[in-house]
C-alpha cells in the first residue's frame, strides 16, 4: 500500500450516505451514497444550507414536529451545544420525483449527527450520517399483514446485512490505520533526513571555510612578501587546494548517494581492482596484498574504487608501519579486509567511525583537517550494491571488512546458458 492516502476517495467511497456541514449548517462535502440516496447532485447541495437544499412535500400530513426539516434542525442544534453525536429520530423525506415536479415519493431516514471538534473544543464540523430504511418500513407493513414469521425472516435478514456492513467496516480502519502509521514513519524519516541535511551543510561549510581562509592568508602572504619562496609558497597551496578538493568530492558523492543515483553495474575481478589501486594510492606504510584470483562481483568499479580508496587513508593514516589487503571469496560473498597494525578500534566505537562526520581523537590527533565522512560514504556504497563494511576483532590495530555478493549469486542469470531462450549470453 502506498504511504499517502487518499482520504478524499476513501469518503467518496464510502458506502453509509455522509455530509459534512459547517456549525451553520452550509453543506461543504457529500459522498456518492448520499447523492443516490436523496437523487441530488453536488452542484445542487455544495454551499446550501442543509435546511434549505431540499424541498419537502406540501401535501404530506406529518405534524411539524415529525418533519425532516424540524428534525434536522434539532439534532444540529444538539450536536452544536453539548459537543456530542446526536441519534436523530425517524423522519420524513419525501423525493420529487426526476421529471415530474411537484410529485413526491414518500421516503424515510434515520441518521446521526456527529460534531468535529478542534483542538480548543469548539465545533468546526459536523457530519450527518442518514440511512434509508423506507424499504424496511414497507416490510414492516407487510409483516403485519404475513405474521410474525415474516417478520423474523426480515430481521434476520437485516442482521446479516449488518453484520456484513460492521465486517468492510472494521476492515477498512484497518487499512487506514496502518496507512496512518506508514504515513507517520514515512513523515518522520523524511524530517530527520532534512535535519541530518542541515548539520551535514553547516558542518562541512564550517569544514571548507577553514582551508579557504588558509589558502586565502598564504596567497596574501605569498603575495606581500617579495623574498618568499614561489615554489615552496606554491606547494602548500597545493596541498590546500587538494584538501578542499576532497571534500567537494566527498559532498559530491554523498548527494549522489541520497539521490540514489546509481552507477553503472558490470562484473569485475574485485582482487584485480585492488591490485590496480594499490598502485595508484601513495600510501605511507608498507602495503602487503593476499589477493585470491577469480572473486568476481557486479558492482560499480569506480565507486568501489573509491570505497577502497577511503578504507586505505584511514588505514594508511592509523597503521604504525603495515597495511595488510585481503581478497577471498566465502559464498555466498566476496569478501575484502583492510588490516592495520596501529592502536584499534574499541568495540563501543565500531559502529560510531560510520556515522557521519564522527572523528575519534586518534582520527583528529592524526588527521586535524580530516571531514570524517570517508567511512561513513564507504558503507553507504557497500549498502548500495547489496553489501556490508563493518569493523571486526583484531589481535593488533583495526580490521574493517566489506562483504559483498558473488557475481554468480547475485545474479543466477550471468552463468545461464546462452542459448536458453529469454535469457542473453553472459558478458
Not at 425532516?68 to 459537543?83: I, Y
Not at 606554491?234 to 587538494?242: F, G, I, P, T
Not at 582482487?271 to 605511507?284: N, W, Y
Amino acid at each position: 500500500m502506498s504511504s499517502a492516502v487518499d482520504y478524499e476517495s476513501v469518503f467518496k467511497a464510502l458506502a453509509i450516505p455522509v455530509a459534512v456541514l459547517t456549525p451553520d449548517a452550509v453543506i461543504v462535502a457529500v459522498n456518492e451514497a448520499y447523492l443516490t440516496m436523496t437523487r441530488r447532485t453536488e452542484a445542487d447541495l455544495i454551499g446550501r444550507c442543509v435546511l434549505s437544499a431540499f424541498t419537502f412535500n406540501p401535501d404530506a400530513d406529518d405534524p411539524p414536529a415529525l418533519r425532516g426539516d424540524e428534525l434536522t434542525r434539532e439534532s444540529l442544534a444538539r450536536a452544536l451545544a453539548t459537543g456530542e453525536q446526536v441519534r436523530t429520530p425517524v423522519q420524513r423525506y419525501d423525493i420529487e420525483t426526476p421529471g415530474h415536479p411537484g410529485e413526491f415519493e414518500e421516503r424515510y431516514l434515520s441518521g446521526v449527527t456527529v460534531p468535529v471538534l478542534g483542538q480548543d473544543g469548539e465545533v468546526k464540523l459536523l457530519i450527518l450520517q442518514g440511512e434509508d430504511i423506507t424499504d424496511f418500513l414497507r416490510q414492516l407493513r407487510l409483516c403485519g399483514e404475513h405474521g410474525v414469521g415474516g417478520l423474523r425472516a426480515r430481521l434476520e435478514e437485516m442482521e446479516t446485512d449488518v453484520y456484513a456492513r460492521a465486517r468492510d467496516l472494521q476492515d477498512l480502519n484497518g487499512r487506514l490505520e496502518r496507512a496512518y502509521r506508514k504515513q507517520c514513519e514515512t513523515t518522520s524519516a523524511l524530517h530527520e533526513a532534512v535535519e541530518r541535511q542541515r548539520r551535514l551543510v553547516f558542518d562541512l561549510s564550517h569544514d571548507l571555510r577553514n582551508p579557504i581562509a588558509g589558502l586565502l592568508a598564504k596567497l596574501d602572504v605569498a603575495l606581500s612578501d617579495s623574498g618568499a619562496d614561489l615554489r615552496q609558497s606554491l606547494r602548500r597551496l597545493v596541498r590546500d587546494a587538494e584538501r578542499l578538493n576532497a571534500i567537494v568530492a566527498d559532498m559530491l558523492e554523498l548527494a549522489r548517494l541520497e539521490t540514489a543515483i546509481p552507477g553503472a553495474c558490470e562484473p569485475f575481478d574485485l582482487g584485480r581492482l585492488v591490485l590496480d589501486e594499490l598502485q595508484r594510492q601513495p600510501l605511507t606504510a608498507r602495503v602487503g596484498p593476499r589477493v585470491d584470483p577469480g572473486v568476481t562481483v557486479r558492482a560499480c568499479p569506480v565507486r568501489i574504487a573509491r570505497l577502497l580508496g577511503n578504507l586505505l587513508s584511514n588505514a594508511d593514516r592509523h597503521a604504525a608501519s603495515i597495511v595488510e589487503v585481503v581478497v577471498t571469496a566465502r559464498p555466498p560473498d566476496a569478501v575484502l579486509e583492510v588490516v592495520d597494525d596501529g592502536g584499534g578500534i574499541a568495540p563501543r566505537d565500531r559502529e560510531r567511525i560510520f556515522e557521519r562526520l564522527v572523528r575519534l581523537d586518534d582520527a583528529r590527533r592524526l588527521d586535524p583537517q580530516g571531514s570524517g565522512l570517508g567511512l561513513s560514504i564507504a558503507r553507504e556504497i557497500a549498502q548500495s550494491f547489496g553489501g556490508r563494511l563493518y569493523a571486526d576483532d583484531s589481535p593488533k590495530g583495526a580490521r574493517l571488512v566489506l562483504r559483498l555478493p558473488l557475481a554468480s549469486s547475485q545474479d543466477p542469470e550471468e552463468s545461464a546458458p546462452a542459448d536458453r531462450p529469454g535469457r542473453p549470453a553472459a558478458p
